[in-house]
């Protein structure tokens, strides 16, 4: 359907439901990201928790650590929260579920040793690199994959006016 012309009378115009724009779900989009976005919010607390048990008590020290050790899951929900496309999300799940793994080692060596607790520190810097890496993947996926089926959109208006 053409675009309404600005000039025409209110009385000639079709109506707005008619209009080609966003769909309800580009414009609204998961507040928490879907099932994946809260499943890594939750684990996010859960590893929080999980370093506050083993600290001796609350210090700005313990703060910061704990924003660390939280931040992978976050930019992952925030990716949950904005990527659509099936592969991206693939990606998505590679990510959690790699940084879930190296949480658990990385928690799970603390009481190995006095140079255990390093792993608090760097593990979720590790965690941090390969979130990035991952969620730029599937990024670029995810918009390739909106580009491409805007164009086929395109592609297939033509065919049907013409």
Same mark, same amino acid.
């Given at each position: 359907m053409p675009c309404p012309n600005p000039h025409d009378s209110p009385d000639e115009m079709p109506p707005p439901s008619t209009f080609p724009g @966003?769909?309800? *779900?580009? *414009?609204? @989009? =998961? *507040?928490? =990201? &879907?099932l994946l976005g809260i499943g890594s919010l939750l684990v996010a607390i859960t590893f929080v928790c999980w370093m506050f048990t083993l600290t001796s008590g609350v210090s700005i020290f313990a703060l910061v650590i704990g924003g660390l050790v939280a931040a992978p899951y976050l930019l992952i929900w925030l990716a949950c929260r904005s990527?659509?496309?099936? %592969? %991206?999300?693939?990606v998505i799940v +590679? %990510? /959690? +579920? &790699?940084?879930? /793994? /190296? &949480?658990?080692? %990385?928690f799970s060596t603390v009481d190995d040793d006095a140079q255990g607790g390093l792993n608090l520190v760097f593990g979720p810097i590790y965690q941090l690199i390969g979130v990035f890496v991952l969620l730029t993947l599937a990024a670029v996926i995810d918009h390739v994959w909106k580009r491409h089926s805007a164009r086929s959109l395109l592609r297939q208006d033509v065919e049907t006016a013409g």
């Open positions: @966003p769909t309800e *779900r580009d *414009r609204h @989009p =998961g *507040r928490l =990201g &879907g990527l659509r496309f099936w %592969a %991206a999300r693939l +590679v %990510a /959690l +579920v &790699g940084c879930c /793994l /190296l &949480g658990i080692y %990385a």
